[in-house]
């Protein structure tokens, strides 16, 4: 069946007058700033003190954008009679931003939380190598990382901060009763002169 000759000049009046009345999603960037969630993949920061060379990031990158290079060290003993140490000391860490994909595996499967997602995303350039992020750099972004939501009040303990409150728990219970040991006075003096135990009571009051 053939259409009503003018229907489709309808239909499509119909639809510029629909988008008429609607507000604009024309965002007026760069004049106004997106306002972007908190977990927008911008960029990645690096916290380079968490870092402990174990190379995990290069290794499962799809894009092999990480380099990073890095040299061992010998720590000495932290006792007497202890065997020596060898650490790895960070040289270097890049991200290659022009080859990343975005993909946030490096962040995933860092087990020492050093890596970090930042939603900056301004930072366009005009060369290409320009676009390889060296380690001060990487460390720049961490500042615009925005902090970690909330723990949802219902959910259970993380167990990295169970175990530091039990710490910090039996630190304070040390504390206090080292603190009550030093009050407590003891020996043949405190008791000769009436201060030691239960007559220490009386001993005490206005002169
Ligand atoms: S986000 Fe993905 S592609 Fe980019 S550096 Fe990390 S692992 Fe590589
Ligand atoms: S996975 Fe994490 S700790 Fe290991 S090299 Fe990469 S950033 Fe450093």
């Excluded at 639809?15 to 024309?26: A, D, P, Q």
């Excluded at 040299?71 to 790895?88: D, I, Y």
């Excluded at 001060?136 to 530091?164: F, I, S």
Aim: glycine share 8%; proline share 10%.
């Amino acid at each position: 069946m053939s259409p009503i000759p003018g229907s489709g000049l309808a239909k499509g009046l119909a639809v510029t007058l629909r988008t008429m009345t609607r507000r604009s999603v024309t965002a007026r960037y760069p004049d106004v700033l997106p306002d972007l969630p908190p977990r927008t993949r911008g960029v990645i920061g690096l916290f380079e003190e968490n870092c402990t060379v174990c190379m995990l990031c290069a290794r499962e990158c799809p894009d092999w954008c990480i380099y990073i290079d890095s040299h061992k060290e010998t720590v000495p003993p932290a006792a007497p009679g202890g065997r020596e140490r060898s650490r790895n000391v960070l040289d270097r860490f890049a991200i290659d931003f022009s080859l990343c994909m975005y993909c946030g595996i490096c962040i995933e499967v860092c087990p020492f939380d050093a890596l970090f997602w930042s939603p900056e995303f301004e930072y366009a350039e005009t060369d290409i190598h320009e676009l390889t992020h060296e380690r001060d750099k990487l460390r720049e972004w961490m500042w615009t990382v925005p902090a970690p939501p909330p723990l949802d009040p219902r959910a259970e303990e993380p167990k990295e901060l169970a175990a530091a409150r039990k710490a910090a728990e039996k630190l304070e219970a040390a504390e206090a009763a080292a603190a009550a040991r030093a009050d407590e006075p003891s020996g043949p003096a405190a008791e000769a002169d009436g201060t030691g135990g239960g007559d220490r009571q009386g001993g005490e009051g206005p002169a």
